[in-house]
Nanobody, 124 residues
Framework: QVQLVESGGGLVQAGGSLRLSCAASGFTFSSCVMGWFRQAPGKEREFVAAISKSGGFTNYADSVKGRFTISRDNAKNTVYVQMDNLKPEDTAIYFC?????????????????WGQGTQITVSS
């Protein structure tokens, strides 16, 4: 059974940092591109970051570039996103996702497996 379980969410003040983790099971983690998406209230789900199977390539949304860092540990079947200098507009539910294809895609339909999400709230 495929599972993606996010953790590390919470409430943080603007300018603060959080690190999200996503533990994967039920599929070959090292064969998948991994991504992070987020969805704010009343808005569509949007791309945050993606990382290649080996971890050698990454892609970021312009809104988080320079503040967020995606990484992965294939030995632990876990993907992370380090979020620094958080802003109130980063408030959203954050989802991790796995993609069976090789490209670092930025749209939700291109990802095959999804976690349940974890809430991040950034106060001003």
């Amino acid at each position: 059974q495929v599972q993606l379980v996010e953790s590390g969410g919470g409430l943080v003040q603007a300018g603060g940092s959080l690190r999200l983790s996503c533990a994967a099971s039920g599929f070959t983690f090292s064969s998948c591109v991994m991504g992070w998406f987020r969805q704010a209230p009343g808005k569509e789900r949007e791309f945050v970051a993606a990382i290649s199977k080996s971890g050698g390539f990454t892609n970021y949304a312009d809104s988080v570039k320079g503040r967020f860092t995606i990484s992965r540990d294939n030995a632990k079947n876990t993907v992370y996103v380090q979020m620094d200098n958080l802003k109130p507009e980063d408030t959203a539910i954050y989802f991790c996702a796995a993609r069976l294809g090789p490209e670092l895609r930025t749209t939700s339909p291109d990802y095959n497996y999804w976690g349940q999400g974890t809430q991040i709230t950034v106060s001003s």
